[in-house]
């Protein structure tokens, strides 16, 4: 058990350590969710009718969901990498933890998403969003995120082991996230959107997880969208964990 | 060999991906201190083979041993004590070299202070000493592979695994990786090493064992293997194939076995070098043969493959991708 631990630590910050040596990734955790804000808080905002809301304090939470889950695909990647570039087997070969180069994976992820979770959320506080919650709620909403970015590594850790390049990986990942977190209520209501969409919306974990996060900060109406929102997952980690430890096994036991 | 004396016991170890058995029972003793070289063309089993005996993949029959291991049974016992060079380069090309060999040492266990300290070694043994602190993805290829071989050592190994250490390197690196092998070696390092190259078995292995579909066919020193797919290689190139059963009349007397005819190719092995060349153009000028060009060279895996198995190694690859991709 401590073997875990040191050895997931020592994964975790190999893989931390290349984040300030590749300006691509640097700029994928920080200018472009930057942009994204600006552009749908200046460019759709104000065609945008979120009513109760003004629509920056509407779409924080929904950008930094959405944000959190786009993060994985660097774990995808790097897994991808790690496994056909042969770093896995070197890791195999060593007297050390087995689990700790997926725990390690995930375990730098936190890292990444705090980093970007606080990158968008004092981008938004300089264009308005501002928290109608007290701190302990305002806490555990950035608790909650951070729980769902990790559960979240884990069903990317599955597509990277999944697949047979990086760059699969990297279009599996972007084909099955961008539909799911468009068609939330992560950036309009889902009112707006036509009945097909709308049913699909309204039970797409990311709109429970979205509205959670609005429940915990703006003090919207809670309903049972933040227990929801934890069973949601709870649920993505029991699944895709062991289905990424499984596939994992099988793939570096080739 | 008694199997006391061995570093590596490998007794009808088989393994198969679907139709295709990758090792169809392999047996193989490597002496401590010794060097084995497995010989062999692309898909013949090598790698499989080294990733049995590197706890990698679990075998589906027959058992293996390293250092008096078993490598399913006690596989993390062993990880302590092997070191495994793979193909391509395993390093981490986001760190550096220091931060590499660190990383390695830290999994071994070693807090970090000495897992450095042996990392700067490593990196002064192996000529890396500039290049300590630069990524790895700025390295060459033959820079990367020496970190790669220096991160096998980090441990101390007394068994090491070299799973093709030089293929696509440079003639230049390729010589500077030997000399490194040669000095591990002299260490009393045990060397178990995979190559398509007969000069590389030659140059580092006491012994080699040619490995091909999945079997040991032949295994010796370079000498005794060189014997049995016999002397220098003398190919005559002929102006029209029609010729050829004349020239393979013409040059009959200069080899034991019957020169081989394959297009406008003639091959045979030839029992004497010297005066070789002037002799066979003599005996095709009697016999009126028109000869494009002759060539006299000494014999490669493919001399041995062809030799040994009766079919060229290029073409055994060929079939075991082809099934490969099959079982795929």
């Not at chain 1, 309009?188 to 429940?215: C, H, Q, W, Y």
């Not at chain 2, 090309?93 to 897992?115: H, I, K, Q, W």
Request: contains cysteine; aromatic residues 8%.
């Amino acid at each position: 058990m401590r073997r875990l631990i040191s050895d997931t630590l020592i994964i975790a910050e190999r893989n931390l350590v290349r984040l300030p040596r590749a300006p691509e990734l640097l700029i994928a955790f920080t200018v472009q969710p930057i942009m994204f804000v600006l552009l749908f808080r200046y460019v759709f905002g104000g065609a945008i009718r979120t009513p109760g809301y003004t629509y920056v304090d509407y779409l924080i939470p929904g950008i930094i969901v959405q944000n959190i889950a786009f993060g994985g695909f660097v774990t995808a990647i790097g897994l991808n990498e790690d496994v056909h570039k042969g770093l896995v087997d070197r890791f195999r070969s060593l007297p050390m933890s087995r689990a700790a180069v997926l725990a390690g994976r995930t375990l730098s992820d936190v890292v990444t998403n705090a980093l970007s979770v606080g990158i968008l959320l004092i981008t938004g506080v300089i264009i308005g969003f501002a928290f109608h919650a007290d701190a302990l709620h305002a806490l555990a909403g950035i608790a909650l995120l951070l729980l769902f970015g990790y559960a979240f590594s884990w069903f990317f850790a599955f597509i990277g082991l999944l697949v047979s390049s990086p760059e699969s990986a990297n279009s599996v990942g972007f084909i099955a996230v961008f539909p799911l977190t468009f068609v939330s209520s992560a950036f309009v209501p889902v009112g707006s959107m036509p009945a097909v969409l709308k049913t699909f919306a309204e039970v797409n974990p990311f709109t429970i997880i979205v509205d959670a996060m609005r429940s915990l900060w703006l003090g919207a109406p809670a309903h049972n969208y933040v227990w929801g929102a934890f069973v949601w997952v709870l649920v993505i980690m029991a699944v895709f964990a062991p289905l990424a430890v499984a596939r994992y096994r099988t793939t570096a036991g080739q | 060999m008694s199997p006391d004396d061995a570093a590596i016991v490998v007794r009808g170890v088989t393994k198969s991906y679907g139709s295709v058995h990758a090792l169809a029972g392999v047996d193989l003793d490597v002496a401590s201190g010794g060097v084995l070289a497995l010989l062999g063309p692309n898909g013949a089993g090598k790698t499989t083979l080294v990733r049995v005996l590197t706890t990698l993949l679990k075998p589906d029959g027959g058992s293996a041993r390293v250092l008096g291991c078993d490598v399913v049974s006690e596989a993390a016992k062993l990880r302590e004590r092997i070191g495994l060079a793979g193909q391509y380069a395993a390093v981490d090309e986001n760190l550096t070299g220091l931060e590499n060999l660190t990383m390695v040492g830290r999994l071994y266990g070693t807090p970090r202070a000495p897992a450095k300290a042996r990392g700067r070694e490593l990196l002064e043994r192996f000529d890396l000493v500039e290049a300590a602190g630069r990524p790895a993805k700025t390295y060459s290829g033959g820079m990367r592979r020496r970190l790669d071989l220096a991160a096998a050592l980090v441990a101390k190994p007394p068994v090491l695994f070299l799973d093709e250490p030089t293929t696509g390197l440079d003639p230049r690196s390729r010589l500077s990786l030997w000399e490194v092998i040669e000095g591990l070696v002299a260490e009393g390092t045990t060397v178990l090493l995979t190559t398509q190259y007969l000069d590389e078995a030659d140059r580092l292995a006491s012994t080699i064992a040619v490995i091909d579909h999945g079997r040991v066919i032949a295994e010796g020193t370079s000498d005794e293997l060189k014997d049995r797919v016999g002397g220098e290689r003398l190919e005559v190139s002929l102006d029209d194939a029609a010729q050829a059963q004349a020239a393979v009349e013409a040059l009959a007397a200069l080899s034991d076995e019957a020169p081989v005819a394959d297009g406008l190719l003639v091959r045979l092995s030839v029992r004497e070098r010297s005066g070789a060349i002037v002799e066979a153009a003599h005996r095709l000028r009697e016999a009126q043969v028109g000869v494009d060009d002759l060539v006299l060279r000494r014999p490669t895996l493919d001399d041995v493959f062809l030799a040994l198995t009766g079919h060229a190694a290029e073409e055994a690859a060929e079939a075991e991708e082809r099934e490969r991709e099959r079982a795929a």
